[in-house]
């Protein structure tokens, strides 16, 4: 298990702690999907005091609220449940949205596992991390979702309709190439890898066109709601997609608990659930196009930037100084856990557990994923939230060198069979652990993004700031990957081809076809586990904590995009 399986998870929840944040400071937001990323549940309500200090602890809510013309009434009516029973259908239709969203992302997770078993090395890993990147480059193309539609057929209906039907599309096509792509022994991982990158930018798109109807789709009292949506919703996906298809696949599991008589494979193959999916998404999408009318929400009328006009404000932003600053820490902070977030999870596959085991896992978890936010924003309401960040740094940075000890002990009881349910209880105790201080990171961070983002065009600041951190915990993570080959070292025993290097397959299978075996004598990924360790600490002691405190202490008017007087008219 590794962050890449949370990461779709902790993104959409980190939005819309954002948004729910904002919207409590600047209640006159207007709402638009190019200023939006992916709402979740309203985990946190800080700075609901008319007293609290908002914006850094220099101005208070009431001043700032008059400077900017904002009106002090909530934005969104109190929820009622008599009108969030007449809005049943479009929750459901959301949630089902949402799950279908989720599925592309979970068998996302599950092909690291599945390349590691047929061969794959780590660079060629790496190669395929480049398809967890739509996600966080989606901002790029958001504004053209937004602004480019058919009226007729309707503003989300445009984009929502085409994606579905392609999603199906490219499921029932890799239906019917997957096992020749995943060949045993020699995977092609470039086409698998240009596949699945498809497949996500798809569902990416997918995510930007479902965030923006669920915004008008839902009467205004009861928006709140497509939160829950969001996050149960891809969260089952997520799970259907990864941990049921995992299990299902295994033929140890089915054999175990599902079958009376063992086979030799699982109950069912990679190709057969992307057909079975693919029919789904079919379906599905036909009834949504025919029977499901898109209308504007509750009165509210939709904001129009202008495609232009959006990209010239993210352009806006990104010059202001704070920015730059920001941009440079979120795109380094993650250097120091790269090699555990990205290459734990298939390292403890190579030494034996099992990768439906592994899956499983991830289930016990869900329950303090859902509550971490909860209990962590009670400390990060408040004027300094990065001062939470900042303290949980050293203590995910231990982490990374106590998974990198429990990876090393894990052949010990994984040598004479499965391992014992102590070592199980001991992993998912490390991972818990390690969660802790994800959490207390990510809500730290969302809540600071929350106080600094200029309510003039509030939605697409935060959003702006959401991919810049989603894109760096990728990049560290797709070089962790592609160095852990290179700073490996094996050697052929006994054989033909005995004492020589046998790094990479093709060394591998020559000393294994001279009648050797390849040893591993020093593997690369504890000394990337060290050396992230030690530039993670280098970089916290030496720059990070002084510059993160820096801007922490800014006043607003350094992150003000939009000037007073324009903000005012």
């Known amino acids: ?287 949504v196009a025919i029977f499901k009318t898109e209308k504007k929400g509750d009165g509210e009328v939709e904001h129009d930037m202008g495609l232009v006009e959006s990209y010239k404000l993210l352009w806006s932003i990104i010059k202001l100084p704070s920015i730059r600053t920001t941009i440079c820490i979120l795109l380094t902070c993650r250097i120091g856990f790269a090699a555990n977030d990205a290459v734990t999870g298939l390292k403890l596959v190579e030494r034996g557990v099992p990768k439906e085991t592994l899956a499983l896992i991830a289930i016990p978890l869900v329950p303090l994923q859902m509550i971490l936010p909860l209990l962590v924003s009670k400390y990060t309401a408040g004027p300094r939230p990065m001062d939470v960040y900042l303290k949980a740094i050293p203590y995910r940075l231990i982490m990374g060198l106590v998974t990198a000890f429990m990876v090393w002990i894990t052949p010990f009881f994984t040598k004479d069979g499965p391992a014992p349910f102590y070592y199980y209880a001991g992993v998912v105790l490390v991972y818990a652990l390690h969660q802790v201080t994800v959490y207390s990171m990510f809500v730290a961070v969302m809540a600071f993004f929350a106080q600094v983002s200029d309510p003039a065009v509030g939605g697409t600041y935060m959003t702006l700031l959401n991919t810049l951190s989603n894109l760096g915990s990728n990049w560290p993570s797709t070089v962790a990957l592609w160095g852990v080959d290179s700073l490996t070292w094996r050697t052929c025993q006994n054989g033909t081809f005995a004492g020589e290097s046998c790094v990479g397959n093709e060394l591998k299978k020559q000393c294994e076809d001279r009648g050797g075996m390849c040893k591993t004598e020093i593997d690369g990924y504890y000394i990337e586990s060290f050396v992230c360790v030690v530039i993670g600490v280098l970089w916290l002691s030496l720059w990070g904590k002084r510059t993160i405190k820096k801007i922490q202490g800014l006043g607003k008017t350094a992150w003000q995009v939009v000037p007073k007087k324009a903000a005012k008219s």
């Open 1 to 287: 298990m590794t962050s890449r399986q949370f990461q779709s998870t902790l993104y959409k929840i980190g939005h819309f702690i954002n948004f729910q944040r904002f919207l409590k400071t600047n209640s006159k937001f207007k709402f638009s999907s190019e200023c939006q990323n992916r709402p979740t549940d309203p985990l946190v309500s800080p700075n609901s005091d008319d007293d609290t200090d908002v914006e850094m602890g220099t101005r208070r809510r009431g001043k700032w609220d008059d400077e900017r013309h904002v009106s002090s009434e909530p934005l969104l009516p109190p929820s009622d449940p008599e009108e969030a029973q007449s809005d049943a259908g479009n929750i459901a239709l959301l949630f089902l949205l949402y799950l279908l969203q989720g599925i592309p992302l979970g068998l996302t997770a599950a092909v690291p596992m599945i390349l590691l078993n047929r061969g794959a090395s780590y660079k060629q890993q790496a190669e395929f991390s480049f398809v967890y990147w739509p996600f966080s480059l989606k901002l790029l193309w958001a504004p053209i979702v937004d602004s480019r539609f058919v009226a007729r057929f309707g503003r989300r209906k445009s984009w929502l309709i085409p994606t579905q039907y392609l999603l199906a599309l490219f499921m029932l096509f890799l239906s019917t190439c997957v096992d020749s792509l995943l060949g045993e022994g020699s995977p092609n991982v470039p086409l698998i890898t240009a596949v699945f990158f498809c497949l996500n930018f798809l569902a990416a798109t997918q995510d930007i066109a479902v965030d923006g109807w669920a915004l008008t789709m839902l009467k205004r009292s009861n928006v709140g709601h497509a939160s829950t949506c969001n996050s149960v919703g891809q969260t089952a996906g997520y799970l259907l997609g990864y941990v049921l298809f995992m299990a299902l696949e295994s033929a140890e599991f089915c054999n175990s608990y599902l079958r009376s008589q063992p086979e030799p494979h699982g109950i069912i193959t990679l190709a057969g659930f992307l057909y079975n999916w693919g029919i789904v998404f079919l379906v599905t999408t036909t009834i």
